[in-house]
């Protein structure tokens, strides 16, 4: 079906276009941010960024010229970024990094606020990077990649035992990785909530209700970017198979594939606020007693809110 295709080619583009701007706009917000959490969240945008160009780049003519036997080391390749060492960048890897920074910066907030010259976030993500394309170099064996068939308009494994053994594993690598990363998110809005109500009654109401709008983007934050990448990974490697029709092979594909880094690069960028240092919240002392004990009470609920406001920003 030629037509199909070419609606395939134009969904794939738009959707790739607003992939990249979205995550683009990501990078160029945080990308002077010094934080860890936010370096993380560049590097995941990065990646989101490669996959959507590959889209942009390959998947996308090959679809409106309607090339049926494409150059296959150039499908391998551009497989390559679509489904391994950026892609596991764009998932698992950064989801984990995300959960266990908050993680830390919630139960050791003075440690994690404390200045540290040694660069432990970007030699955690530059090693992240060296595993992903080492992970990804069994993908160039012939047989074992994963790349576009313009047939279906979609990126799936190939039809051979190597191609769907790797698959299987990425995927159940994914799964695992996406329990630990929601679990260690589920501990950290326990505590901060019971941080919270520890506070409770000393905080004013708008205080309050920030907190609360804040716990409850971080939560759905967590569901989604946790999920999506998971059942991105099923699709392409089981449900695919339960129905050969192009439109179902190319929503299990490509649609899904897209969808998934641009609702990371919605996501970043409609939740991410500059964070506030403790420093900055700090008053200066009363000469008066009263007011002395009332703004000492005011920046302890300060510092603590501070540091529970920056782990649940993005």
């Known amino acids: 079906m030629i037509e199909f295709r070419y609606f395939a080619a134009t969904v794939m583009l738009l959707m790739s276009i607003g992939a990249i701007v979205l995550n683009s706009l990501v990078v160029r917000r945080m ?89 432990w976030t970007k030699i955690l993500l530059a090693g992240l990077w060296a595993i992903s394309i080492v992970l990804s170099l ?23 035992v190597c191609s769907r053994t790797l698959s299987e594993y990425v ?4 799964l695992v990785m996406a329990i630990v990363s929601f679990s260690v998110n589920i501990s950290s809005i326990f505590k901060i909530v019971k941080s919270a109500i520890g506070l409770s009654a000393v905080m004013d109401a708008n205080m309050s209700e920030a907190r609360r709008r804040k716990r409850r983007k971080m939560f759905i934050q967590c569901v989604i970017q946790d999920c999506t990448h998971t059942t991105d990974c099923m699709l392409n490697t089981y449900v695919y198979t339960f129905y050969s029709a192009q439109w179902f092979q190319f929503l299990c594909g490509a649609v899904s ?43 302890a609920l300060s510092r603590v809110s501070a540091t529970i406001m920056t782990t649940t920003t993005l």
């Open 31 to 119: 990308f002077r941010e010094r934080e860890g959490f936010h370096k993380i969240c560049v590097n995941k945008a990065v990646a989101n960024i490669l996959i959507g160009h590959a889209f942009l780049i390959w998947a996308v003519p090959c679809s409106y010229l309607n090339f049926l036997y494409l150059p296959h080391q150039f499908n391998i390749f551009f497989g390559q970024i679509v489904g391994w060492a950026p892609y596991l960048m764009s998932g698992p890897f950064t989801q984990l990094c995300l959960a266990f920074n908050r993680a830390v910066a919630i139960s050791y907030p003075y440690w994690f606020n404390k200045q540290n010259r040694f660069p």
């Open 138 to 160: 069994p993908a160039m064996i012939d047989g074992c990649s994963y790349i576009f068939f313009v047939e279906s308009v979609s990126w799936s494994p190939m039809d051979t």
């Open 171 to 174: 995927t159940n690598a994914v």
């Open 257 to 299: 594939a897209l969808t998934v880094i641009t609702l990371d690069g919605f996501l970043m960028s409609v939740l991410h606020q500059r964070s506030t240092t403790p420093s900055q919240t700090r008053e200066p002392p009363s000469k008066s007693h009263t007011h002395d004990t009332h703004h000492f009470r005011n920046r």
